[in-house]
């Protein structure tokens, strides 16, 4: 993998953390109901449950950590052109899909576990299904180009 390509993941890593911690905020409101900071107390009604807005909390920190992760790694992978891009934008595909699914999720009130018309519950849907269709082949392709490349360094 290129260092632009391991770039790429990290800085889109970076962001998709900041997506995370941002979903804390109203992750607190959902829990707490508002925030005091003496003097200031903060109240916020949050669309959506405790669930969604943990999930979009996390997603956002998971999602950033494995590019930042994979970002880091790259290097020593041994994958062709092809790979490493399907690689690179199958990760940006993930975090991406994941982290606007599961904002979108609480925010409409909606799951995604279904497709269900032309609707916010769908678009939460597909954009999950395409997150865990590239994470899969993405993951695959990190098998592949880490295990080549142990295999590449031995004795033998």
Known sequence: MTDRSCS???????????????????????????IELWPIRIEAEMPGDVRGWRMAHLEGILNGLLLCVIGAVGARLR?????????????VVTGWGNVVA???GPLSETRGLAVSGFDW????????????????????????????AAHSDSPD
Do not use: D, K, Q, Y
């Open 121 to 148: 519950n769908t678009l939460v849907f597909a954009l999950f299904f395409a997150a865990i269709v590239a994470v899969i082949t993405a993951m695959w392709l990190v098998f592949r180009g880490a295990w080549a």
């Open 79 to 91: 994958l062709s052109a092809r790979a490493s891009a399907i690689v690179v934008w199958g990760l």
């Open 102 to 104: 599961s904002w979108v």
């Open 8 to 34: 790429l993941l990290v800085a889109h890593g970076a962001l998709l953390f900041l997506a995370g911690m941002a979903a804390g905020f109203p992750f607190a409101f959902e829990i707490l109901g508002a």
